[in-house]
């Protein structure tokens, strides 16, 4: 059994760390000691990285920048959800990175390079159960109607059954579900019941918010592209598909992330 495990040590180990750093986040008492968090992560992202190549590197740290841009927009600016601190805590950005580095080296773990998309299908049929629970029975429990879930599910559907990056985006929803779980239940962060601007009626938290990481996940691409035609990043920065051995089914569309017109929400 340990030994079946062994390939998934360092995932497993992040699932826990995840947890870990939020209920530390839920008892401390000073910014200071929030800092003192967001250190760690960066000191934890930052060894992860060390193993990556060169090119999976820059993704991952681009992938802390951009995130601090759709946090900063989703909580300080639109107030979707908000910290309890009404802040953004230092851990948050790298722990994005974390998110990115957990979906990334997912391609080359046993279960997706021995079955493929398989399992990516499995987690897709799990997210959309919860997104329909979240329209049906889940409100009489948590007296909540996930509409904004709902709406993730299909940017997340997409993510799973026309990209080539499948395994990284299953490894995301496992990855967010672990932490969005963590999070609300310590009172990190709260998903507003009714979206400002929009009033669009939201799970704390919602069910496919998969959906919406993988836009930042996604958008990676972009900002890294424009990086490497102006210069700035080196052209083996350039995105591919994971190169952990994992490769697209044939006739599989080539594009990595969905462009999702008016996806906010999510």
């Known amino acids: 059994m340990i030994g079946r495990l062994r390939p998934y040590w360092l995932h497993l180990t992040l699932l826990t760390y995840t947890p870990i750093i939020l209920v530390a986040d839920s008892r401390i008492t000073s910014i200071w000691e929030q800092v003192g968090l967001g250190v760690v992560t960066a000191v934890v992202l930052w060894l992860c990285t060390r193993s990556l190549p060169p090119h999976e590197r820059w993704q991952v740290w681009l992938c802390v920048v951009v995130a601090t841009g759709f946090e900063v927009f989703g909580s300080l600016v639109w107030g979707v959800y908000r910290y309890r601190w009404h802040n953004l805590p230092l851990y948050v950005p790298f722990g994005h990175g974390l998110v990115y580095f957990f979906g990334l080296t997912a391609a080359g ?49 997409w993510c799973i059954l026309f990209t080539p990056r499948y395994a990284m985006f ?19 962060w709260t998903w507003l019941a009714k979206a ?18 993988s836009i930042i996940d996604g958008s990676v691409a972009v900002v890294l592209s424009l990086l490497v035609r102006l210069g700035v990043a080196p052209v083996g920065a350039k995105l591919a598909s994971p190169s952990s051995g994992i490769s697209a089914d044939p006739g599989e569309a080539s594009s990595l992330a969905p462009t999702i017109p008016g996806a906010g929400g999510c």
Do not use: K, M
């Open 170 to 188: 299953a490894a995301i929803f496992v990855a967010t579900t672990d932490l969005e779980l963590a999070g609300t239940l310590n009172h990190d």
């Open 109 to 157: 773990l046993p279960v997706f390079r021995r079955r493929g998309r398989r399992p990516a299908y499995v987690i897709l049929g799990a997210c959309a159960a919860w997104a329909l629970g979240g329209l049906t029975v889940l409100p009489l429990l948590t007296h909540r109607l996930d509409v904004q879930g709902a709406l993730c599910l299909p940017v997340f559907a």
């Open 196 to 213: 400002p601007w929009d009033g669009v009626p939201s799970g704390n938290p919602p069910s496919a918010i998969a959906g919406g990481y």
